[in-house]
């Protein structure tokens, strides 16, 4: 009896584990580019920047949805962990967060 009452609780403490590490991605802080890293993306307060080589430029408010990033309302990438891959305008790059 004590065996499944330890199994049972061992079973949901590992669904809400998972459940929990399987929630939308989040952004925050710097991320820069792994080419050349003279570009970076900036996500805090919920608006983003870009810099190139040092010259920062507003692009807007964020929004992480799932993986996907959307800036201003529109996909601009995806995110996975502390990788950032931008995806937009015919133009692909992959980010690292610093």
């Known amino acids: 009896m004590i065996k499944r009452i330890v199994s049972l609780l061992l079973v949901v403490l590992l669904l ?14 710097t991320y820069k580019d792994t080419a050349t890293g003279m570009t970076s993306f900036v ?19 964020y929004e992480v949805k799932g993986n996907d990033l ?12 502390d990788t950032l891959k931008i995806t937009m305008a015919g133009f692909s790059a992959e980010y690292k967060k610093q």
Request: with cysteine; glycine share 22%; aromatic share 4%.
């Open 16 to 29: 809400i584990a998972l459940l929990t590490a399987c929630g939308g991605a989040s952004l925050s802080g």
């Open 43 to 61: 996500f805090k307060d919920g608006k983003a920047s870009t810099s190139v080589m040092g010259i920062e430029t507003p692009l807007g408010s």
């Open 70 to 81: 959307y800036i201003g309302g529109v996909k601009a990438g995806t995110v996975n962990g």
